[in-house]
Nanobody, 115 residues
Framework: QVKVVESGGGLVQPGGSLKLSCATSGFTFSRSGMSWYRQAPGKERELVASITATGGTTNYADSVKGRFTISRDNAKNTVYLQMNTLKPEDTAVYYC????????WGQGTQVTVSS
């Protein structure tokens, strides 16, 4: 059974930081590219960051470059998203996606940036 479980979301003030985690099981994590997406109310889901299976290559949306960092620990089957200098426009539900077989999504974790 595949599991993709995000955690670490919450309420943070503008300029603050959060670190999201995505714990997985049930598929070969070390051979899977991983991504973080987000969806704000009334907007389409958008790609935030991605990382290759080995962690050697990462990509970011222009809106988060220099502020967010995606990383992974293949020994723990977990991918992370470090988010710094958060802005109100970063408010969204953040989803983890595993590019394995047909693809697996997590249930999402809410991030709210507000004073």
């Amino acid at each position: 059974q595949v599991k993709v479980v995000e955690s670490g979301g919450g309420l943070v003030q503008p300029g603050g930081s959060l670190k999201l985690s995505c714990a997985t099981s049930g598929f070969t994590f070390s051979r899977s590219g991983m991504s973080w997406y987000r969806q704000a109310p009334g907007k389409e889901r958008e790609l935030v960051a991605s990382i290759t299976a080995t962690g050697g290559t990462t990509n970011y949306a222009d809106s988060v470059k220099g502020r967010f960092t995606i990383s992974r620990d293949n020994a723990k089957n977990t991918v992370y998203l470090q988010m710094n200098t958060l802005k109100p426009e970063d408010t969204a539900v953040y989803y983890c996606y595993a590019a394995s077989w047909s693809g697996y999504w997590g249930q999402g974790t809410q991030v709210t940036v507000s004073s």
